[in-house]
């Protein structure tokens, strides 16, 4: 399960609604107890999909090193990802799950018309080939 | 001896480390080194023919080893190799 702090989950809102129509994404710093996993740094990242950022995003590698070393300067560790569906459910699409990583928590926004509606945290598995539902917990929940 | 930084989910099969120093002159080297010690890790690195999974970037110090000499790539003592997932996504 994983819980997110009222900080980094005003900044996940604020950056999803601020970045509307198009995707957001960014990554979630924290602490890991077991299955127990609990954001306190949200990073905004940049959305480097070049296209239709509407329905795409991409992550760049070397905004993730850039993550992963800011984890371990302030003794936490890189726990998941989150991005925004923007007037789509959270669900964790076919090319969400393509392009994914199996050691990492993938929250997904919903944002409909410019707000944000609704959550869910998603695990997928070594072969990307589906991503079972992780129990989350947000401040808007 | 190289250092190679284990991402926070992986450290459990690492004795839970957060780096590993290892033996090895290439990437490859250093790599095979530390699957050998942490066999664990393997099937989260590697597919089964042996190739790095899509999802893994590995980096030396700052640079992406697909613009370096891949896993041929040198490393030395004082080098970092840096284990950095691929992520991308969208709605469909
Ligand atoms: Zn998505």
New interface residues.
Partial sequence: MITVETQPWSVMVDHAQATYPN?C?GAMLGA?DGDVKTVRLALPLDNA?EGAQ??????R??D??FA?RE??KNGM???G?F?S??D?DAYF????LE??????S?IVLSIQQGKFHHANSWLPN?E?TEAAKEELTHPNA | MPKILIPTPLRQFADKKDSVDVAGATVGEALAALTTAHPDLKKNLFTDEGKLRSFVNVYVNDEDIRFLEKDKTAVAGGDTISIVPSIAGGVW
């Fill in positions: 995707e994404c890991i999909y509407r329905e795409r995003y991409e992550l590698p070397e993730l090193l992963e984890a371990r560790d890189l726990i990802i991005h569906h923007p789509c699409s076919k090319t969400d392009n994914s990583c199996p050691w990492y993938f070594m990307q």
